[in-house]
């Protein structure tokens, strides 16, 4: 049975592709799950792929991610990456390691955008390579998992 990753994206992610494309790419989100599904399999991992704009959501697959012992975790927390401390706690309490992408590079932009309380749970951050970043991050996985064991 393959180990399974969670793929997890917060909010206004669902309008990749249209909302401020020359921030963020034409890339759609339906691009992005099989981008992140094409390099799951490269790698032998079963992907669960998820988007919300509710912060209790996907504060729930977390938990739901750590229950089902799930070998790594790659997070755009989007518009929560600033804000929700929630997150945060919810993937402190992971086993498996996170990974938190952004396809922007969150430095390079507004001061308010350039701080991450997600950072603190995460082991690694990747930022600014647009939706590849998704591939970089579940490729990453196989070296932090090769690691935990």
Not at 41 to 62: A, M, Y
Not at 89 to 116: K, Y
């Amino acid at each position: 049975m393959a180990k399974t990753v969670y793929v997890l994206n917060g909010p206004n992610l669902n309008l990749l592709g249209t909302r401020e494309p020359h921030i963020y790419g034409r890339a759609t989100l339906g691009d992005v799950e099989k981008l992140c599904r094409s390099t799951a399999e490269q790698h032998g991992f079963s992907l669960v792929f998820r988007q919300s704009n509710h912060e209790g959501q996907i504060i729930d697959w977390i938990n739901e991610a750590r229950s089902e012992k799930a070998a790594g975790l790659v997070i755009n927390p989007a518009g929560h990456t600033t804000t929700s401390i929630a997150i945060l706690d919810a993937l402190l309490a992971m086993e498996a390691p996170v990974v938190e992408v952004h396809i922007s590079n969150i430095h390079a932009r507004e001061e308010f955008r350039r701080h991450s309380y997600v950072s603190r749970a995460a082991r690694a951050v990747i930022c600014g390579f647009g939706i590849e970043g998704y591939a970089l991050a579940i490729s990453g996985l196989t070296t932090l998992i090769g690691a935990k064991e």
